[in-house]
């Protein structure tokens, strides 16, 4: 299974991005996470749930023609700089640990945000 990220890039406090995740399989579960340098890798979302940090501005949206999950990234704030990576699974875990990194098996490079303020 391959898993593709796109859509980073640098933006001022404010802006906005969309992220792109493009995986190979079929009705995988694919999550965003995101890693800022010195700090552990953090559950963002997917479709339904999120971080409470961006929750009201970041939205997943699934395209499953395209096996491909979207982030929508509004308001961006300095503390969203990070590495975004795409994880994906053929099994979903429970709501209570969507978050966890160790619940997908595939993962992509990763796609750099940078946001200044």
């Known amino acids: 299974v391959r898993v593709v990220e796109s859509g980073g890039g640098s933006v001022q406090a404010g802006g906005s991005l969309k992220l792109s995740c493009a995986v190979s399989g079929y009705n995988m579960c694919i999550v965003w996470f995101r890693q800022a340098p010195g700090k552990e890798r953090e559950g963002v979302g997917g479709t339904t749930l999120y971080a409470d940090s961006v929750k009201g501005r970041f939205t997943g949206t699934l395209n499953n023609a395209k096996n491909t999950l979207y982030l929508q990234m509004n308001s961006l704030k300095p503390e969203d700089t990070a590495m975004y990576y795409c994880?994906?699974?053929?099994?979903?875990?429970?709501?209570?640990?969507?978050?966890?990194?160790?619940?997908?098996?595939?993962w992509g490079q990763g796609t750099q945000v940078t946001v200044s303020s």
């Open positions: 994880a994906a699974d053929f099994r979903c875990p429970p709501n209570i640990g969507w978050y966890k990194p160790d619940a997908y098996h595939y």
